[in-house]
């Protein structure tokens, strides 16, 4: 729970002596990750409780250093591009990009299809961090730090197979995800649960028509996703045969990583936390 003194600061109790500005600009950044898009410095200040000239004041430090940008057409503020230079450099330091990088460059050259590897965010969200292309004439292309909803596609079927969320809060994030071809949510929830048996999850035209994606995710140590490797392309390019073959392709990948990287750390330290 978060407190905020007369000054406007934030501090956590029984966590020792936090800086005050530190745990607020944290909070803020949750919160802008947890949004569908860019939010004032009002709104944020009203969904945490901060002081409001402390929160505008926090959110233009942030901009200084790029990790938030401002929107001047709205005056308003989302996730920037700094920080996935802070996810790259802290994928790296601790082992991710030298374990996952060639394994994405070896799924695209094997399948010639586009890999790419989601990182959780936040409990709403997932940004694109790495990708290998394929050499084929067509290809679906997106730019590193691109942002999705943590329940999109197969990569969200693998998320809410393992993040232990309740019912009322996947129904609630399911239905905010736009989908050229929605299912019900019961549907939704049938996959989820295959998902958690198989290893591996697979949307055909429900995202986006005529795409279609193949994901598996890598969990931590104690079971829970921080990643999604996802195969995607022109559903026209993907037969039963060669998606069920390239999803197990996928789930063997997913889980030699995960048992590699499970007994030395936990990467996702807030991802229990509720979001806003």
């Given at each position: 729970m978060l407190a905020e003194h007369q000054d406007g600061e934030i501090t956590t109790p029984n966590a020792g002596k936090p800086v005050g500005a530190v745990v607020s600009a944290l909070a803020i950044l949750r919160y802008l990750a947890s949004q569908d898009g860019a939010v004032s410095s009002i709104q944020t200040a009203r969904a945490l409780g901060l002081n409001p000239s402390t929160c505008f004041n926090i959110l233009k430090t942030l901009v200084a250093e790029r990790v938030v940008h401002f929107e001047e057409a709205g005056k308003a503020y989302r996730l920037g591009s700094g920080?996935?230079?802070?996810?790259?450099?802290?994928?790296?330091q601790v082992g991710?990009?030298?374990?996952?990088?060639?394994?994405?460059?070896?799924?695209?050259?094997?399948?010639q299809t586009p890999m790419t590897a989601w990182l959780r965010v936040s409990n709403a969200r997932v940004m694109l961090v790495d990708r290998a292309e394929a050499t084929s004439a067509i290809q679906i292309h997106m730019r590193i730090g691109h942002r999705l909803p943590l329940l999109v596609g197969a990569l969200g079927r693998c998320m809410a197979a393992h993040a232990g969320f309740p019912i009322d809060e996947?129904?609630?994030?399911y239905a905010k995800v736009r989908q050229d071809g929605p299912q019900s949510f019961e549907q939704f929830l049938e996959?989820?649960?295959?998902?958690?048996?198989?290893g591996y999850a697979v949307d055909r035209d429900g995202f986006a028509r005529g795409v279609t994606t193949v994901s598996s995710p890598v969990l931590d140590a104690e079971g829970t996703p921080f990643l999604a490797l996802s195969a995607?392309?022109?559903?026209?390019?993907?037969?039963?045969?060669?998606?069920?073959?390239?999803?197990?392709?996928?789930?063997?990948?997913?889980q030699r990583i995960s048992r590699q990287l499970a007994s030395s750390f936990s990467p996702f330290p807030h991802h229990r936390e509720s979001t806003r």
């Amino acid at each position: 729970m978060l407190a905020e003194h007369q000054d406007g600061e934030i501090t956590t109790p029984n966590a020792g002596k936090p800086v005050g500005a530190v745990v607020s600009a944290l909070a803020i950044l949750r919160y802008l990750a947890s949004q569908d898009g860019a939010v004032s410095s009002i709104q944020t200040a009203r969904a945490l409780g901060l002081n409001p000239s402390t929160c505008f004041n926090i959110l233009k430090t942030l901009v200084a250093e790029r990790v938030v940008h401002f929107e001047e057409a709205g005056k308003a503020y989302r996730l920037g591009s700094g920080l996935v230079e802070l996810a790259g450099s802290a994928l790296d330091q601790v082992g991710y990009t030298r374990l996952i990088h060639p394994e994405l460059e070896r799924l695209a050259a094997a399948w010639q299809t586009p890999m790419t590897a989601w990182l959780r965010v936040s409990n709403a969200r997932v940004m694109l961090v790495d990708r290998a292309e394929a050499t084929s004439a067509i290809q679906i292309h997106m730019r590193i730090g691109h942002r999705l909803p943590l329940l999109v596609g197969a990569l969200g079927r693998c998320m809410a197979a393992h993040a232990g969320f309740p019912i009322d809060e996947m129904r609630r994030q399911y239905a905010k995800v736009r989908q050229d071809g929605p299912q019900s949510f019961e549907q939704f929830l049938e996959e989820v649960e295959a998902a958690r048996v198989d290893g591996y999850a697979v949307d055909r035209d429900g995202f986006a028509r005529g795409v279609t994606t193949v994901s598996s995710p890598v969990l931590d140590a104690e079971g829970t996703p921080f990643l999604a490797l996802s195969a995607v392309g022109l559903t026209a390019q993907f037969s039963d045969e060669r998606v069920a073959a390239m999803a197990a392709d996928l789930r063997d990948t997913t889980q030699r990583i995960s048992r590699q990287l499970a007994s030395s750390f936990s990467p996702f330290p807030h991802h229990r936390e509720s979001t806003r």
